[in-house]
């Protein structure tokens, strides 16, 4: 039944029956519900093995974010070897300062998991393997036993600013001229 | 016009504008939904974002300078000027470009508010803009933000509340009007700052300051911004069994507040680099001076702190190599900041020279003394009397009591996140306070010090439309104009000159002052000026009263004032007898009239008089 495509009157017959079945019913509703929830995500179906371009403009103006606020290309464009710690200590100070600003005012952070790092961790069947990755021993069936060793990051929120129509994301920092 | 759904405050800042809004469905007595408007505004060519605060910054780009749709914004393509954090961040690079503490110069006597004159150091070829213009660009950002955001509530329906400093003269309250109407506010109210904090934590409190002041209480709001320094006394009372709020008194207009803070601490650093050999170009002088505010922030806000480095970047792309790192010290904070700007002073002393509006002076008139506590002294000495014909209040003061006793107080502004700060001023009024064996104030605990005069002039129009508690007081000064005595001649002598009291102090909103009996003579076609006067301590004097004499610190000139007689109906070169008329409008600003005796015509008086 999954693959085959039903006809028009099966599927008119299917839905006053589901209709009846929702309201009637609250365990077959929630059914639906479910089901429809799962459905969601998955349709249609990816070909297996299929990419999407990431679009570049917001990954340009994040750079151009981080550049205006805290420096960083200018930071990552040069060669730290010839400089003393205390001089490379200073100019991280400015993309430090800069770069977590962006981080807190674009985005809102937090942890994957609260624990504290260390705390003893237990991964259940059915855990979240795109958000927690288990490593070291990793045999058996969940579930498993571990310790937090990082606590990840996740962006609940991103709040990047608009762009104009036709903006040249490209430009990262515009070319100063003083007269 | 359509029942208003929300009560909108908008706080126009000299160095930051917000909006806060109440939704007037969703309230029920003292709780009230409150939620502050988050501006989108450009904060890099092209790129628009939402912020809390909207800079008070305007600035006139070159026709270069940006490629076409740099300036567009989510309800508007092709405007000539930016306002908000990009106009703030280009003008610091490209100074002769850039408005701003428009609002300084809206309240300046000294000039013509509507003539195009800033930017005041601008190029011959940059189209200046006046004072006024600029407050109206800043509404009208606001109203089209708002409107982008609420298409079905537009801002010109809601009930409007625009805050001003308490210290605004009659003819600063009237442009703040007159460009609010102009920028698409209709019968916007005017709330003074101050009173908007005190609103502000009062439904913070959610009903529980009634337990936290009772009557016979003296609140002193000190409210400090970024750019300007704003007092007020406001007292507890008892009126048929409810607690009712009285403003009593209001400072004078001090020019200067947290950004001073930093230019001075920029200005220390500056100088120790410079003995180690180093200059700073402009450019990383502004640096500095923003490095200096964050450490600033440190080092006040965690007294454990001692030392908190500050780098000035280099302008070039090679940061490693071009960065100069130095440090502030607390040591150097508490010398600049603490000992400059909040030094132990005795109730006695006085700021250095008294900040008045010099009529001659064309730069904005910053207050000379940086002392702020200098200026808390003076203000609270001056308002000795403030409390004196109050029931309830008779043993307030002691006899021989040198200045207002207040019982609790109400910081406001960013630079009292500082705890440092806070403790100091509370330690010197306390100092004072014991030196004429009164009790300590007590401390009020606020709300979002950058935000709360906005969020409390939101609630003030939820109180408006009748429910909770408001604040009274009507105008904190009683005005007066000057009329030349009749007496001989003296060569080399002016005439001296009586001021004639057409307003009395503490007129309510929508209240009109009695007919001063005395008559002028307008000449019909030629305007006729008059010097105009405000006093902020005497609160006895009833219309029609002369007085021949007075002391600089009773009764301070405001600026003149211009009647103009139309021609109609009279003849040219006629002279008319007239009598001046003072009225508060319901939206909170004074109205002189010029009437005729027997026609019974009548012609505003202008505040706002072009200088020269």
Known sequence: ?179 | MTEPRYAIGVDLGTTHCALAYVDLADCEGEAVSLRVFRIPQLTSPGSVEELNLLPSFLYLPHPQELAPGDLSLPWAGGLKWVVGSLARERGAQTPIRLVASAKSWLCHPGVDRRAPILPAEAAQEVTQISPFEASVRYLAHLRDAWNHAHPHAPLEDQALTITIPASFDPAARELTSEAAAQAGYPEATLLEEPQSALYSWIQGSGGGWRDQVEVGDIIFVIDLGGGTTDLSLIVVLEHAGALELHRVAVGDHILLGGDNMDLALAHVVGQKLAQQGTHLDPWQLRALTHGCRHAKEILLGDPESDVVPVVVPSRGSHLIGGTLRTELTRAEVTETVLEGFFPRVGAAARPAARPRAGLTQLGLPYAQDAAITRHLAAFLARQTAATADLQGFAKALPEGAGFLHPTAVLFNGGVFKSPLLVERVLAVLNGWLESEHAAPVRLLQGGDLDLAVATGAAYYGYVRGGEGVRIRGGTAQAYYVGVESAMPAVPGMAPPIQALCVAPFGMEEGTEAALPPQEFGLIVGEPVRFRFFGSSVRRHDQVGMHLEQWSEDDIQELGEIEASLPAEGHTPGEIVPVHLRAAVTETGTLRLEALTQDSGDHWKVEFDVRSG
């Open chain 1, 1 to 179: 039944m999954s693959d085959s495509k039903p006809s028009l009157f099966f599927r008119l017959g299917l839905a006053f029956r589901a209709f009846v079945g929702i309201l009637g019913d609250p365990t077959f509703a929630a059914a639906v519900w479910r089901l429809r929830h799962e459905t969601q995500g998955a349709a249609p179906a990816p070909a297996p093995g299929a990419l999407q371009d990431t679009n570049p403009d917001s990954a340009l103006q994040l750079l151009a974010l981080f550049q205006r606020h805290g420096r960083l290309i200018d930071f990552l464009q040069e060669e730290v070897a010839q400089y003393s710690d205390a001089e490379v200590g200073a100019a991280v100070r400015v993309v430090h300062e800069g770069c977590r600003k962006v981080l807190r005012e674009d985005f809102v952070i937090e942890p994957v998991l609260a624990e504290h790092e260390g705390a003893a961790i237990t991964l259940n069947p059915g855990f979240d393997a795109s958000a927690i990755r288990p490593t070291g021993n990793l045999v058996g069936e969940p579930p498993f036993n571990g310790s937090l060793a990082h606590c990840g990051w996740r962006a609940k929120e991103v709040k990047l600013p608009k762009l104009a129509v036709g903006h040249d994301a490209t430009v990262l920092a515009p070319a100063e001229v003083e007269l």
